[in-house]
């Protein structure tokens, strides 16, 4: 058969303690071609639907990153087979065994309430860890359940768990978020899918991860309508089967404007292989504004420094505006333009930590609530600094990319979470940097 299944750590709290650092020697302009992974948002919540049905999920080009493999270990926990051969995962959920996600899985990894909604649709029942503080902000998922009290789920709260309860099914109703939540679209959906008659969210996420788990989940028989606009449209049915093809995950687009930026912070030459630039648009925008040269094609953008940078101000929003996650990383190439830029961050109110250690890096960045203006064109210096969040520690190694001498890059397990191999990547395309114990 040749597929294997990895072998998952006897704990938890195992996958998260290995401290390896990044050892990076700034300056060396990068060349060369960078290839982009599949989305892992786009991928959590592709794993959790394989919850919704007795059938066999298949999905391709899932990354192989520390996320994706405790999203894995989630759905062992529930009840459900993985098979992973490379980037192709298999599951099957014959049944749901345990319908929960403890708290230890939930604190690393807020995207585990995504099998909230599934769970409740397929088993009557859901028991999932109150997700708690996180590193970017408080982060509730309050939306998710007041969206599934409208479907007719019973929601209470206990011993720091939630628990939803729908024991004779699930009914459609007409929801409106007061907010756009982009797994609270998510799960809401796949929930929606097993509920009786017809569900109409408004004010729903339009990102092309949910547009991905649409696609998904009607390829496994689900009936949606309108998903990428503000109102997704969706009659129940009475059961969803497994996939009719393998479902192929859409390209990481956060990854692969990570890269556009690292070709355009160290002056050099970066064309990113199998990207959809149009997903990308808003930063492509910016980039180009900046003076940063972007020619593309069908799967590939090619980042041509040229000229001098420029500070161009971003706020960021709602696909499809500018990523919040694209937000450091934008932010550490702004310490190399001329004049001043001024970063909004409205999704989230605590985003900004990188900030904090692109100073040591010698960076000229004032903090004012929401705000970060930065003064461009520092000499940034090596410095030994602290990834705090996924997003900040790519913006940290991108920082470290054009800084004098060497950055020590500690906590590299929040890269890890969601970049695959970003090392050998960057390394392909000339930077020197080294993974160290
Ligand atoms: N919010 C609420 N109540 C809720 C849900 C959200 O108040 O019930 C608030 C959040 O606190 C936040 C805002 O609404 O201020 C938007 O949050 P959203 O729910 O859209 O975020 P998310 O679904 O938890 C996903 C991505 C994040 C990404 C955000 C915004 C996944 C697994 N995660 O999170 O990705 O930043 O959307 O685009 O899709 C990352 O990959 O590094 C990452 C953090």
């Known amino acids: ?123 009557g029942r859901a028991r999932v860890s109150m997700p708690g503080g996180c590193a970017i902000g408080a982060r509730p998922i309050n939306l998710h359940l007041a969206a599934l009290e409208q479907l007719g789920a019973t929601i209470s709260q206990e011993y720091g768990y939630i628990e939803a309860n729908a024991p004779r099914g699930l009914k459609g109703a ?106 990308l648009d808003a930063l492509i925008a910016k980039m180009q504004q900046a003076g940063v040269q972007i020619g593309r094609g069908a799967d590939w953008l090619q980042v041509t420094a040229g000229g001098p940078l420029r500070a161009v101000d971003i706020t960021t929003e709602e696909h499809p505006g500018f990523a919040t996650d694209l937000q450091a990383q934008y932010m550490a190439l702004m310490t190399q333009a001329e004049g001043i830029s001024l970063i909004t961050e409205t999704i989230f109110e605590n985003r900004f930590m990188h900030a904090q250690e692109l100073l040591r890096m010698g960076a000229n960045i004032r903090l004012e609530g929401k705000q970060a203006i930065v003064a461009g064109q520092t000499t940034l210096s090596g410095a030994g600094v602290i990834a705090s969040d996924l997003r900040a520690s790519a913006s940290l190694v991108l920082a470290a990319l054009v800084a004098r001498g060497e950055t020590v890059v500690d906590r590299v397990y929040h890269i890890d979470r969601g970049y695959e191999q970003i090392e050998a990547k960057l390394i392909a395309a000339g930077a020197d940097i080294q993974r160290v114990e």
């Open 1 to 123: 058969m040749g597929t294997k299944t990895e072998t998952a750590p006897t704990t938890y709290t195992a996958i998260y303690t290995h401290m390896d650092k990044f050892v990076i020697q700034g300056g060396t302009p990068l060349h060369g071609a960078i290839p982009t992974s599949g989305s892992k948002n786009a991928a959590l919540p592709a794993i959790a639907a394989a919850l919704l049905t007795d059938g066999e999920v298949q999905l391709r080009r899932i990354p192989r990153v520390r996320d994706i493999r405790t999203m894995e270990r989630l759905l062992e926990d529930i009840g459900t087979e993985v098979q992973v051969n490379g980037e192709d995962v298999t599951l099957q959920t014959r049944q749901i065994v345990s319908p929960e996600a403890p708290y230890e899985l939930v604190k690393t990894m807020r995207a585990s309430s995504l099998v909230l909604g599934p769970l409740v649709a397929r088993a």
């Open 174 to 279: 007409h929801i409106r978020f007061d907010r756009i939540t982009v797994t609270g679209t998510e799960d809401l959906m796949m929930a929606a899918t097993l509920a009786s008659g017809e569900t109409v969210m408004e004010n729903a996420a339009r990102e092309p991860e949910v547009e991905d788990l649409a696609r998904l989940l009607i390829s496994m028989g689900a009936k949606i309508e309108g998903a990428g606009t503000s109102t997704i449209r969706i009659q129940g049915v009475d059961r969803l089967h497994g996939t009719d093809a393998p479902h192929i995950i859409i390209a990481d687009r956060i990854e692969a404007g990570t890269f556009l930026i690292a070709g355009a912070i160290t002056r050099g030459d970066v064309r990113v292989t199998g990207c959809v630039p149009e997903h």
